[in-house]
């Protein structure tokens, strides 16, 4: 069965402070894809990244940065420098590789920036 | 409009009413998802619609029923819900693709369903 595991159901910091968003999956699958997304409070799931179980290549998007390691079958999300814009409710989710849009999500993690 | 736009954004409906929520995609995508987002759960995917046929229905009671009248339209129609149904409702769409587990899904704002 594939599971997601988000740890953190809640973080707090203080703006211009690093976190670092963990995220821990299960799956037989040996092609499957992992997604981020960010929920803001108006609601809409906004997609971060995708990664294929094939490459474990680390990946930074401005101060947004993902750590892939198989290993430990986690997908951890890091934000350098975070700002008040940034609080919203994050998601880790796993699709197999035929599954279709068919995502496993984690339960989400809230983080609130404050200035 | 662009995007993925969900209609109504609230929707507050009594357990005999019967009600739809519509969602529109402007984005030339094939696929169409509800998703359930209930509080203190992961959300959950309810239906999947590929080229307008349903690919997909994740045991979802027969109280919800979906209709895709084209690639650009999907409707969940609501009858005869429960309280614990209520939850914001998410349609997303996306490319149908040969390794669809790829697929990006964008998502609507969601519909807001309060069944009292």
């Known amino acids: 069965a594939q599971k997601v595991t988000q740890a953190q159901t809640e973080i707090s910091v203080v703006e211009k402070e690093d976190v670092t968003l963990d995220c821990v999956y299960e799956t037989r699958d040996t092609t499957y894809y992992l997604f981020w997304y960010k929920q803001p409070p108006s609601g809409e799931l906004v997609f971060l990244i995708r990664r294929n179980s094939f490459d474990e290549q680390n990946e930074i998007s401005g101060r947004y940065s993902w750590n892939f390691q198989k290993s430990t079958s986690s997908f951890n999300f890091t934000i350098t420098a975070s700002q008040v814009v940034d609080s919203a409710v994050y998601f880790c989710a796993l699709s197999g590789y035929n599954q279709g849009g068919k995502l496993i999500f984690g339960q989400g993690t809230e983080l609130s920036v404050k200035p | 409009e662009t995007g993925v736009t969900q209609t109504p954004r609230h929707l507050v409906m009594g357990m005999t009413n019967k009600k739809s929520l519509k969602c529109e995609q402007h984005l030339g995508h094939n696929a169409m998802y509800w998703y359930k987002q209930s509080a203190k759960k992961p959300l959950e995917l309810m239906f999947v619609?590929?080229?307008?046929?349903?690919?997909e229905n994740n045991s979802v009671p027969s109280r919800f029923s979906p209709e895709c009248p084209n690639s650009s339209h999907l409707f969940l129609h609501l009858h005869t819900l429960q309280p614990e149904d209520s939850a914001l409702y998410l349609c997303?769409?996306?490319?149908?693709?040969?390794?669809?587990?790829?697929?990006?899904?964008?998502f609507g704002a969601g519909s807001r369903l309060t069944v009292l």
């Open positions: 997303a769409s996306s490319q149908a693709r040969q390794s669809s587990g790829a697929n990006v899904l964008t």
């Open positions: 619609y590929n080229f307008k046929e349903q690919t």
